[in-house]
Antibody, heavy 117, light 110 residues
Framework: EVRLVESGGGLVQPGGSLRLSCAAS????????MHWVRQAPGKGLEWVAN????????YYVDSVKGRFTISRDNAKNSLFLQMDSLRADDTAVYYC??????????WGQGTLVTVSS | QSVLTQPPSVSAAPGQKVTISCSGT????????VSWYQQLPGTAPKLVIY???KRPSGIPDRFSGSKSGTSATLGITGLQTGDEADYYC???????????FGGGTKLTVL
C-alpha cells in the first residue's frame, strides 16, 4: 500500500523557518517525481514545488522561489521542504504527492503550517 | 486567480448527472493531459481521473473525463450524497514550468 506521511508543520513567526518532511512507503520512492502542494484555509489547491527522481531537477511556484527548497533522500524514502522567510500568506496545509501518469496519484494527509505573530 | 477556470459550484439531485468544466490555454490543457481530484470535506485530495479520461483502480465508472482543445470536462452520473465534495482539475503549464490547478468546484447533491 502506498503511504505518504507529512510532518514538521506548526506555528512559526513571520520571517521564521520550518522544515517539512514526507515519509514514503509502499513503493520504490527513487523512481518517482515528487511534489509539494498547499491549500490555504478555505482556498483551493496551489502547487508549490517538485523534484525529479535523483534530485537534480527542481521547480518552484514563483511566490516561493528563493525562500523554499525542495529536496529528497532516496536512501531514507523521504521528501523535504525547507521553508525560510515565511510570510502570513504561506499559512496552509501542505501536502506531499507522488507523480505518475501525468497526475498526482497519491497524496499524504497534510501538515498545517501557520505563520503568525 | 487560478490558471485554469472552473465554475465555483454545481448542483444536481441524487441519481442525476452533472458535468464540471475546466478551461485553460494552449500552454496547459492544450499541451498536456488533464487530471481530476476529489476532495471530500476535511480530507486530502484523491485522484479520480488521469490522462484526460482514465480512472484509477477503485474509482467507479460513474466518473468520466474528456478533453477537447483547451478545455476538459469531468462527468459524474448516478449522483450520490457521498459525491459531495470539491473537485479540482490539474495539468502542467509549459510556459510557467509549473503544475497548475483550477480554482475548484463545489458539488452539492441536493
Amino acid at each position: 500500500e502506498v503511504r505518504l506521511v507529512e510532518s514538521g508543520g506548526g506555528l512559526v513567526q513571520p520571517g521564521g523557518s520550518l522544515r517539512l518532511s514526507c515519509a514514503a512507503s509502499g513503493f520504490t520512492f527513487s523512481k518517482y517525481w515528487m511534489h509539494w502542494v498547499r491549500q490555504a484555509p478555505g482556498k483551493g489547491l496551489e502547487w508549490v514545488a517538485n523534484i525529479n527522481q535523483d534530485g537534480t531537477d527542481k521547480y518552484y511556484v514563483d511566490s516561493v522561489k528563493g525562500r523554499f527548497t525542495i529536496s529528497r533522500d532516496n536512501a531514507k524514502n523521504s521528501l523535504f521542504l525547507q521553508m525560510d522567510s515565511l510570510r502570513a500568506d504561506d499559512t496552509a496545509v501542505y501536502y506531499c504527492a507522488r507523480a505518475a501518469s501525468a497526475s498526482l496519484d497519491y497524496w499524504g494527509q497534510g501538515t498545517l503550517v501557520t505563520v503568525s505573530s | 486567480q487560478s490558471v485554469l477556470t472552473q465554475p465555483p459550484s454545481v448542483s444536481a439531485a441524487p441519481g442525476q448527472k452533472v458535468t464540471i468544466s475546466c478551461s485553460g490555454t494552449s500552454s496547459n490543457i492544450g499541451n498536456d493531459y488533464v487530471s481530476w481530484y476529489q476532495q471530500l470535506p476535511g480530507t486530502a485530495p484523491k485522484l479520480v481521473i488521469y490522462e484526460n479520461n482514465k480512472r484509477p483502480s477503485g474509482i467507479p465508472d460513474r466518473f468520466s473525463g474528456s478533453k477537447s482543445g483547451t478545455s476538459a470536462t469531468l462527468g459524474i452520473t448516478g449522483l450520490q450524497t457521498g459525491d459531495e465534495a470539491d473537485y479540482y482539475c490539474g495539468t502542467s503549464d509549459s510556459s510557467l514550468r509549473a503544475r497548475v490547478f483550477g480554482g475548484g468546484t463545489k458539488l452539492t447533491v441536493l
